[in-house]
């Protein structure tokens, strides 16, 4: 069961990393230098992060406690996805938009994208 809970953590943790970059590349192309593109995403995206792994948490507590007779069957999948994401949520919100930095490059160049 906690392998599955780590699948549903990889699906999420992706998708919150798929947003906030998106939404960098967009910034970018439509010319904002790199590190203002990433203050501007950081302001704009980390409040639908924080709201998806917020909920994801929230809804997990109740099984995470192992209330009732197979509460411990569940136990496993709450605790990796909490874990997780409290984890994945914090290395999204400050790693990620260093490794973007070093991965695109040139402080005042744009972002070339092909065709």
Request: aromatic share 4%; hydrophobic share 50%.
């Amino acid at each position: 069961i906690s392998l599955m809970g780590f699948i549903v953590l990889m699906g999420t943790v992706v998708n919150n990393g798929i947003v906030f970059v998106d939404y960098a590349n967009q910034l970018r192309i439509g010319g904002m230098e790199r590190r203002a593109a990433l203050i501007a995403t950081g302001k704009t995206r980390m409040r639908p992060i924080l709201m998806t792994t917020l909920t994801t948490v929230v809804s997990m507590v109740p099984m995470a406690l192992a209330l009732g007779d197979s509460g411990s069957t569940t136990q496993g999948l709450a605790l990796v996805n909490i874990g997780g994401l409290t984890a994945s949520t914090i290395l999204s919100l400050l790693m990620l938009p260093a490794y973007y930095s070093l991965m695109n490059g040139g402080g005042k160049k744009r972002m070339i994208i092909a065709d």
